[in-house]
């Protein structure tokens, strides 16, 4: 892996994760376009990290109301906690138990359905959004749309699929305005970004480096940056349009793929 490709890669995963498009699968799609080599665990230990970090900053504000009414015991925080707990859960059963066969799923056929049929999903959810009425916000969620949230990521270990696209379109399915389905996606991102990048890690750590570390410095920051970027963008995007550009997107490449690398 050179610099270079480590700066288009970094970039990728920072842009891909947080808009509803599949990191996953771009991840994927980029090396089998340009003949590149499969990325390492160390580069995606990286720019997981990197993303991570990414989240924490451009949700700040979010984080620290929340830590803030935690320290004052406002009933509404350790809800919203629990919230994100249980739409966690079902991912991290799912690839425990089914991650050999998620794994074995990592192909372009596979990724351009997903991509086409989570795009058309994630367009019907956005219409369904459109006639819902203005919802109460973070703190307004509900046990339902929290776990129905969270059974939907599980679909999202499959590439192509795209885990903010899918929570976000379960999100929206079960009321919540756009700009909350968001916000509570990109929170969510959290637990889900951190647990994938340790059990990366500890493979790393048995494994050793496979990466240089200019490289992996490159591809980190690329991350980072781009992550920030994306999250911004989002929420300016859909508090003055809607998601039908990405779902479109979505389909456009999806039909492309199956055309030429089918």
């Known amino acids: 892996m050179t610099i270079v490709h480590a700066v288009v890669l970094g ?7 947080f808009l509803p498009i599949s990191s996953s699968g771009h991840l994927i799609i980029f090396p089998e ?10 580069f995606d230990v990286a720019v997981h990290v990197a993303t991570l970090l990414a989240i924490v900053v451009a949700m700040r504000s979010d984080i620290v109301d929340m830590v803030r009414r935690l320290l004052r015991h406002e009933a509404s925080a ?9 739409a966690t859960v079902p991912a991290v059963i799912a690839g425990g138990m089914f991650g050999d066969w998620f794994d074995g799923v990592r192909t372009i056929p596979i990724i351009a359905t997903s991509l ?16 819902a009425k203005p919802g109460k916000g973070l703190y307004g ?4 749309q929290a776990l129905f949230i969270g059974l939907v990521q ?12 899918s929570t976000m379109s379960a999100g929206l399915l079960t009321g919540l305005d756009r700009e909350t389905a968001a916000r509570f996606s990109f929170l969510l991102a959290i637990p ?4 994938a990048g340790l059990l990366t890690g500890l ?23 781009s992550g920030i970027v994306a999250i911004k963008f989002l929420m300016f995007v859909i508090k003055r349009a809607n998601f039908l550009w990405f779902a479109g997107y979505r389909i456009i490449l999806g039909l492309m793929l199956l055309l030429f690398l089918g």
């Open 11 to 17: 970039a990728v995963q920072g842009i891909t994760e």
């Open 33 to 42: 376009v340009f003949g590149w080599e499969p990325n390492g665990m160390t």
């Open 78 to 86: 350790p809800r919203l906690v629990a919230f994100l707990a249980i």
């Open 116 to 131: 086409i049929v989570w795009g058309i999903i994630l367009a019907v959810a956005d219409r369904v959004a459109a006639r």
């Open 141 to 144: 969620l509900t046990w339902f």
């Open 154 to 165: 599980v679909f999202a270990l499959i590439p192509g699929t795209s885990r903010s696209g």
């Open 192 to 195: 889900a970004i951190a647990g």
């Open 203 to 225: 493979d790393v750590a048995k494994a050793g480096l496979d990466v240089g570390i200019p490289e992996l410095l490159a591809g980190a920051v690329a991350a980072f940056i």
